[in-house]
Nanobody, 122 residues
Framework: QVQLVESGGELVQAGGSLRLSCAASGRTFGMYAVGWFRKASGKEREFVGAISGSGGSTRYADSVKGRFTISRDNAKNTVYLQIRSLNVEDTAVYYC???????????????WGQGTQVTVSS
């Protein structure tokens, strides 16, 4: 069993940067790939990116490549999502999820956090 808690979401101005954290419980956290998803109001949930259990492999949605970076510190049971050059289209609730594959399919992830709100003002 893994419990995930996101944090770091806030109101930021367009052009700014933000780092979200996903803190996990459980000794075997390093076994899990972690994905980040986001859901904007009125839109479908969207895959943002994912990282393998070891941190050696990452995958990003084309829409965020070059601006989003995922990293992890297994000693701290934490995965990070660094976002640069924020724009209003990045406004959404951001979720992390743990599973066994690095991929964009929500159903492949077994555990989900409650989400953290990111709001970008113009």
């Amino acid at each position: 069993q893994v419990q995930l808690v996101e944090s770091g979401g806030e109101l930021v101005q367009a052009g700014g940067s933000l780092r979200l954290s996903c803190a996990a419980s459980g000794r075997t956290f390093g076994m899990y790939a972690v994905g980040w998803f986001r859901k904007a109001s009125g839109k479908e949930r969207e895959f943002v990116g994912a990282i393998s259990g070891s941190g050696g492999s990452t995958r990003y949605a084309d829409s965020v490549k070059g601006r989003f970076t995922i990293s992890r510190d297994n000693a701290k049971n934490t995965v990070y999502l660094q976002i640069r050059s924020l724009n209003v289209e990045d406004t959404a609730v951001y979720y992390c999820a743990a599973g066994y594959t690095v991929g964009p399919i929500p159903g492949a992830y077994d555990y989900w956090g409650q989400g953290t709100q990111v709001t970008v003002s113009s």
